[in-house]
């Protein structure tokens, strides 16, 4: 549901109430494929839900649906059925570890990268039925730029950017950053270093993305921490496991969890932004706004 479904007046609840309140979500991006993107929202995801924070994963990534392979899970439905009108949201979800919640996409069916801008607000809306407590959503999407890829990030609250310090890498982030905000208005991100040696790495890392987005005045991104090079991420990825699971005391595991506690302690949207986002819902009825549907 968009605003521009609704208008003032009255009505007994909204689709999916259960009084539950707002939810962050948390749109994880590259700007090419290979950056460890899928890698970091899996653990991301189970590291808050370990720490008891009730939290859904979104496998939006069509090409390889990597999330289904690095927890080695049996997926049934997918996205596209919901999309299709087979089944609906609630039908597909997969509880994972720790009562992570996993929605999961299709390997290798592309349409889901290729959706218009009517059905990416169709995926949107159907978190209205998800009728769960809930405080985290990550969305793992795709590594390019397409409509439905830039619908979800702008119907997420945060955005946090996997950039890797290799040039090829680095101008791909950077052109998508530029994209996002020159063609989508998205203009806050959140820069994650990956695959850097230490923290100076990472540091300098960011300072050259600062550098690079200095044109951009409108343009604000903050630093989310590093993940650490790291072998035994890549062994966990190998042996189709999360490295906090496989290598609990790695660098990478702790790097890990320490930045799933820095992501718990962001505040959650509190008003609606006046477009399509998700558990917009949840907003409305948490700033008392008396709703009549129309049908």
């Given at each position: 549901?968009?605003?521009?479904?609704?208008?003032?007046?009255?009505?007994?609840?909204?689709?999916?109430?259960?009084?539950?309140?707002?939810?962050?979500?948390?749109?994880?991006?590259?700007?090419?494929?290979?950056?460890?993107?899928?890698?970091?929202?899996v653990?991301?995801a189970?590291?808050?839900?370990?720490?008891?924070?009730?939290?859904?994963?979104l496998?939006a990534?069509p090409?390889?649906?990597?999330?289904?392979?690095?927890?080695?899970?049996?997926?049934?439905?997918?996205?596209?059925?919901?999309?299709?009108?087979?089944h609906?949201?609630r039908?597909?979800?997969?509880?994972?570890?720790?009562?992570?919640?996993i929605?999961?996409?299709?390997?290798g069916i592309?349409?889901?990268?290729?959706?218009?801008?009517?059905e990416?607000?169709?995926?949107?809306?159907?978190?209205?039925?998800?009728n769960?407590?809930l405080?985290?959503?990550?969305?793992?999407?795709a590594?390019e730029?397409?409509?439905?890829?830039?619908?979800?990030?702008?119907?997420?609250?945060?955005i946090?950017?996997?950039?890797?310090n290799?040039?090829?890498?680095?101008?791909?982030?950077?052109?998508?950053?530029r994209?996002?905000?020159?063609?989508?208005?998205?203009?806050?991100?959140?820069?994650l270093?990956?695959?850097?040696?230490?923290a100076?790495?990472?540091?300098?890392?960011f300072?050259?993305?600062?550098d690079?987005?200095?044109?951009?005045h409108?343009?604000?991104?903050?630093?989310?921490?590093?993940?650490?090079?790291?072998?035994?991420?890549?062994?966990a990825?190998?042996?189709?496991?999360?490295?906090?699971?496989?290598?609990?005391?790695s660098?990478?595991?702790?790097?890990?969890?320490?930045?799933?506690?820095?992501?718990?302690?962001w505040?959650?949207?509190?008003?609606?932004?006046?477009?399509?986002?998700?558990?917009?819902?949840?907003?409305l009825?948490q700033?008392?706004?008396?709703m009549?549907?129309?049908?």
């Amino acid at each position: 549901m968009q605003l521009s479904d609704v208008k003032l007046g009255k009505t007994n609840s909204l689709p999916g109430d259960a009084g539950y309140g707002p939810v962050q979500t948390l749109a994880v991006i590259s700007g090419k494929g290979g950056a460890g993107k899928t890698n970091i929202a899996v653990n991301l995801a189970l590291a808050l839900a370990r720490e008891g924070r009730h939290t859904a994963l979104l496998d939006a990534d069509p090409g390889t649906a990597d999330v289904k392979t690095l927890l080695d899970l049996d997926t049934g439905f997918t996205l596209m059925d919901v999309l299709e009108g087979k089944h609906q949201l609630r039908d597909i979800i997969i509880k994972g570890p720790d009562n992570l919640l996993i929605v999961p996409a299709a390997s290798g069916i592309r349409q889901l990268s290729g959706l218009g801008t009517a059905e990416s607000a169709s995926l949107v809306r159907a978190f209205s039925e998800f009728n769960h407590p809930l405080d985290m959503l990550i969305i793992d999407t795709a590594s390019e730029t397409s409509t439905s890829i830039t619908s979800l990030c702008g119907a997420a609250s945060e955005i946090l950017v996997i950039a890797a310090n290799e040039p090829p890498s680095l101008n791909h982030t950077i052109a998508l950053i530029r994209r996002l905000y020159s063609e989508y208005a998205i203009a806050r991100f959140h820069i994650l270093a990956n695959r850097v040696h230490n923290a100076r790495e990472g540091n300098e890392l960011f300072a050259k993305i600062l550098d690079l987005l200095a044109d951009e005045h409108n343009v604000a991104v903050s630093y989310a921490g590093f993940i650490p090079q790291d072998e035994a991420l890549s062994l966990a990825a190998a042996h189709h496991r999360a490295v906090i699971d496989a290598c609990p005391r790695s660098r990478s595991a702790m790097a890990l969890r320490n930045l799933a506690t820095r992501i718990a302690c962001w505040p959650r949207p509190q008003h609606p932004r006046g477009h399509l986002e998700f558990f917009v819902e949840r907003l409305l009825r948490q700033n008392n706004v008396e709703m009549e549907v129309l049908l």
